[in-house]
């Protein structure tokens, strides 16, 4: 396999075939010159490599968000994405011209989708700029550098949220709705797994530098998401084992991760994650009443289910367009926030933090606060 977009895609076929709001006076003028339910959210995205070209694609069919801005250190990508969503000179920044976004009453917010280690400052320059900021996962590489994101938006009166696209994907949806509803009765287990084999040596993701980590940072943090939302709660502890078998490949980040988390209420998590092979995708809650189980999970799509009342037909949607339009009513109408705050994103930081730690030490028990 290639690179991760085919693991993505591979992911969301697999089980098909085998498997914001302090506005500047200006931008608020407009905005309510507009009816409630016409306004869009106009967004700047920065970083424009693989998935913010998928983003970019979804957000043609937003209703309520609107790509207006881009921020780019390559030239030639500005003039291609130009001429392709027509915008306008003035909504194009670079690296270097971030704080002039202040003076730009047509961006409302940046959806930032750079290397991972890149996020903490560029989070901090987005709020510094007085925009609403929606960041890619993982949120940042430590839980601390999180908690400063969180600190900033929220003194520059700034929402600040991460793209867990999958809050907004109907299959996920009833999973959590099940559990809610304790139709799935008290949660005993949750068995998450997300992985894939990277493919080209020498690519950010496996440098420590741009990544924050490997496997577990980029996709890992899919199943410790996904065991909160399968249990409604935040685990006290954590225990993980790395195993590398490409030491030199996973000189600088980790490879092949497996790690055990217990719950407030008593259930066990234990997941696994990767970059060493493929086919690993699933979701699994079990309760005492019954079990819900998603597979694949974690891709673009379609996700696949079923429970033991029987197969899970959600409707298949493109989950980056529903995010884009459910975070424009959250920041433009004030709805309420989905689990994709910095907050959310924060508790999934504590327990990477404790997951590496545990790591370093053995594998002793970590206890997570
Ligand atoms: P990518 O390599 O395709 O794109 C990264 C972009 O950042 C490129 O346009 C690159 O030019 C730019 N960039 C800016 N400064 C850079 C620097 N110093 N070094 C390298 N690149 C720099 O990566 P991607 O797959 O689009 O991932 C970007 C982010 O999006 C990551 O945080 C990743 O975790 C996240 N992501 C999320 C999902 C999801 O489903 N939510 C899917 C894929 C990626």
């Known amino acids: 396999m290639a690179n991760r977009r085919d ?4 992911l969301s076929l697999g089980a098909g075939l085998t498997a914001l709001s302090r506005a500047t006076s200006a931008r608020a003028g407009v905005l309510s010159s507009l009816p409630k339910s016409d306004r869009q959210l106009r967004v700047a995205l920065m970083g424009l490599g693989s998935y913010a070209t998928r983003v970019a694609e979804a957000m043609e069919s937003c209703q309520r968000a609107k790509l207006v801005g881009i921020v780019t250190g390559t030239p030639a990508k500005a003039e291609a994405w130009k001429k392709k969503y027509n915008i306008p000179d003035k909504n194009i920044y670079n690296y270097q011209t971030v704080s002039q976004l202040k003076n730009n009453p047509d961006i409302d917010a940046v959806y930032i989708i750079t290397p991972n280690s890149l996020h903490h400052q ?98 890992g943090i899919y199943a ?28 600088e980040v980790d490879e092949t991760i497996t790690f055990q988390m217990g719950f407030p209420g ?52 493109t989950h980056q367009t529903a995010q884009m339009d459910g975070l424009a009513e959250c920041i433009l109408d004030n709805k309420p926030d989905p689990n994709m705050t910095g907050h959310e994103a924060l508790r999934d930081m504590k327990v990477i933090d404790a997951i590496y730690e545990s790591i370093r030490k053995g594998g002793q028990k970590i206890m997570i606060g």
């Open 224 to 251: 410790i998401n996904g065991a909160r939302y399968g249990t409604g709660e935040e685990p006290l502890w954590v225990t993980a084992q790395e195993i590398k078998t490409d030491p030199v490949k996973f000189a």
């Open 266 to 317: 008593g259930a066990i998590a234990t997941c696994s994650t990767t970059y060493n092979f493929n086919n690993l995708g699933r979701l699994y809650v079990v309760g005492e009443k019954g079990f819900a189980e998603l597979d694949p999970a974690f891709g673009y799509g379609p996700i696949k289910g079923r429970t033991h009342k029987g197969p899970l037909n959600q409707p298949v949607i």
């Open 122 to 219: 560029h989070v901090m320059q987005v709020a510094a700029a007085g925009k609403h900021v929606i960041c890619e996962k993982p949120l940042a590489d430590t839980a601390k550098q999180a908690q400063e994101m969180i600190t900033a938006c929220e003194k520059a009166g700034m929402k600040l949220y991460v793209g867990y696209r999958l809050h907004f994907e109907p299959h996920t949806r009833e999973v959590i709705r099940m559990r809610e509803a304790g139709e799935l009765g008290t949660i005993l287990f949750v068995d998450n797994t997300c992985g894939f084999k990277i493919g080209d040596p020498t690519q950010w993701r496996l440098k420590k530098a741009l990544a924050g980590g490997g496997a577990l940072m980029d996709v």
């Open 7 to 10: 693991f993505l895609q591979i």
